[in-house]
């Protein structure tokens, strides 16, 4: 029962190099969203999902790209990395359906030098 | 746009005491509010949820929230705590089911025997 997961859980990146942050869901959950959690300021939308093909923008997108090509999976990309990107990023999944509950990931620390 | 306030960013109790968390919110109409627990290094756990009906809602762990809209509050309390408890508390309200969640800062509870 693997729920949300994450990949990797941890990973350094230089200023200007790019990654993929990976997210996978076996839930067959249509909404799916990413966060960052930084220090004083609990976490924060990044970008969501409320089904394959379509994603759109949260708080804070500036720096992050998304697709989601299949129900299952929705990963997060930086392009170019900056230090101010440095935060823990956490995937989640819920039905959409009102009276559920969003499961989350158990995270991924990015550190970017 | 909606917000989120939890006035405690740590709280020390005692094993055994009781436990009330704060957590105020902002938004325009009749909101779904949540409470969500990170232990150290972990993901989010969600401990209760209020979406209409009855104000007090019971959650898992021994936990309760009770939603006050006269005074825009979802404070979190528990009767008597356990070390396990020790943990990051998050409040966080949505316009719709569990979708694009807005967080507060969070509480840092702390447990002393």
């Known amino acids: 029962n693997a729920g949300v997961t994450q990949t990797p859980k941890f990973q350094v990146l230089k200023t200007g190099q790019s990654m993929t942050l990976q997210c996978a869901q076996d839930m067959n959950h249509e909404y799916m969203s990413w966060y960052r959690q930084d220090p004083g300021m609990g976490l924060r939308l990044i970008h969501y999902s409320v089904g394959a093909g379509i994603t759109d923008q949260g708080e804070v997108p500036n720096g992050y790209n998304v697709s989601r090509s299949t129900t299952e999976d929705f990963p997060l990309r930086l392009l170019s990395a900056a230090p101010s990107q440095t935060s823990v990023y956490f995937c989640a999944s819920s039905t959409g359906q009102v009276n559920t509950e969003a499961f989350f990931g158990q995270g991924t620390r990015l550190t970017v030098v | 746009a909606q917000s989120v306030t939890q006035p405690d960013i740590h709280i020390t109790v005692s094993e055994g005491a009781s436990l009330e968390l704060r957590c105020n919110y902002s938004?325009?109409?009749?909101?779904?509010l949540f409470w969500y627990v990170q232990s150290p290094g972990q993901g989010l756990q969600l401990l209760l949820k209020y979406f209409s009906g009855d104000t007090l809602v019971q959650g898992i762990k021994g936990f309760e929230a009770e939603f006050k809209r006269s005074q825009s509050s979802f404070n979190l309390r528990k009767p008597s705590v356990h070390w396990s408890d020790a943990a990051e508390y998050f409040c966080a309200v949505s316009p719709f089911g569990n979708e694009k969640l807005t967080f507060g800062t969070g509480t840092r509870l702390t447990i002393i025997p």
């Open positions: 938004y325009g109409a009749t909101p779904y």
